[in-house]
């Protein structure tokens, strides 16, 4: 698979290449082929060369939202790394476009639009991860999301041709997109900002990373909030309530600092992370009659043992909270 892959891509192939070192958990077991594509066209054949095939692929972008199995991943894992910024002329009012590349890292954009003067993704300052996973997760913050500045997203639809969706088409909601649910390659997107004061917009950033240094555990690896919150609520709060937090799996950990994250100690497996998922799911169902859902990607065969008990009718997504 690898040998003819190589012959179809000029990116970058590797076999059997572990993942964990790909996510901010720090876990996950080897992907078959990992696939790195040089330019979109590149991503588009390679999507097309599994498609013909029958191949599973797996989209990944920073590894700060997903949950990779300890067998790893069969198929094709394609890392979109395709990387950019490209700032327009003021507009009307001094409203400012940039097209960005999906694998250009979040933050460098946010430091970017701030020494700029644009405004619009101080909410995103402080979340790991490309711009293509924020697009996909619509990240954010309860002060806003990626999504609400977005003019368009260049895709990979499923025929392999590169599209340009409009905002109305990308669906963004809490967390979720279009794009999430069909599982659809982005490859670039054009954001439109505000003009405001650099020095504002920095220190507004700054409020927002020195609010995440308070409150989160970032000295282990994790992979953010496990849980999106329900309606009204937050999913820290009710774990909290249930008295988890500190509970330990092998070497992974509900958070002691904020019981909404799940902390690795130092090589905790998938199955003691989805363990204490399971746990803390369960709790909250019986205790609170709530049912929560993953905000964390749970990758490859992890997807389908989720959820771990049987759910009627489908739970509803609420928004930022704590
Ligand atoms: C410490 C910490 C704090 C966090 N805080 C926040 C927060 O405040 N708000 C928030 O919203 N999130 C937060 N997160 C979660 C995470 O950082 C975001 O969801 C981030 O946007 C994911 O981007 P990524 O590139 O790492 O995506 P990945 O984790 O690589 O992927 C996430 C999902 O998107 C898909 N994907 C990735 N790239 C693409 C692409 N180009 N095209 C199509 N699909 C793709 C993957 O298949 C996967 O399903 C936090 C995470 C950590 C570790």
Redesign the pocket.
């Given at each position: 698979m690898a040998r003819e892959l190589q012959g179809v891509v000029k990116g970058l192939v590797k076999v059997a290449e572990p993942l964990a070192r790909y996510?901010?958990?720090r876990i996950g077991g080897p992907a078959d082929v990992l696939v790195e594509p040089a330019d979109e066209e590149d991503l588009a054949r390679a999507l097309a060369w599994a498609q013909e095939r029958g191949v599973p692929v797996?989209?990944?972008?920073?590894?700060?939202?997903?949950l990779v199995p300890d067998e790893g991943l069969p198929g094709l894992v394609l890392r979109?790394g395709?990387d950019g910024i490209r700032w327009e002329r003021p507009g009307d009012g001094g409203r400012r476009g940039v097209v960005v590349g999906?694998?250009t890292v979040?933050a460098r954009l946010v430091h970017e639009a701030a020494r700029r003067g644009c405004r619009g993704l101080e909410?995103?300052a402080?979340?790991?991860?490309?711009?293509?996973?924020?697009?996909?997760?619509?990240?954010?913050?309860r002060d806003g999301?990626?999504g609400q500045v977005v003019d368009w997203v260049r895709?990979v639809e499923p025929g392999g041709q590169l599209a340009v969706w409009p905002r109305e088409q990308c669906g963004f909601a809490y967390?979720s997109s279009r794009?999430?649910a069909e599982?659809?390659?982005?490859?670039a997107a054009r954001l439109v900002l505000d003009p405001g004061d650099p020095q504002a917009i920095l220190q507004e950033i700054r409020r927002h990373t020195a609010y995440?240094q308070r409150t989160?555990p970032?000295r282990y690896p994790?992979?953010?909030?496990v849980f999106k919150n329900p309606p009204g609520d937050a999913s820290g709060r009710l774990i909290e309530a249930c008295g988890l937090k500190g509970l330990r799996r092998g070497r992974a950990q509900i958070s002691e600092q904020h019981a909404n994250?799940i902390i690795n100690l130092g090589g905790a497996t998938a199955e003691d992370v989805l363990d204490l998922m399971t746990t803390a799911w369960r709790c909250v169902r019986d205790r609170f009659g709530v049912i929560l859902e993953p905000?964390?990607?749970l990758?490859g065969a992890l997807a389908r043992r989720w959820p771990p008990d049987p759910v009627a009718p489908a739970p509803a997504a609420g928004g930022?909270g704590a």
């Open positions: 996510t901010t958990f797996t989209l990944l972008g920073g590894g700060s939202n997903v979109i395709l999906a694998g979040l909410p995103c402080g979340i790991p991860g490309t711009v293509g996973g924020a697009l996909v997760m619509n990240a954010g913050t999301s990626i895709v967390r794009m999430q599982g659809i390659p982005v490859v995440r989160q970032l994790n992979c953010g909030s994250f905000e964390v990607r990758l930022d």
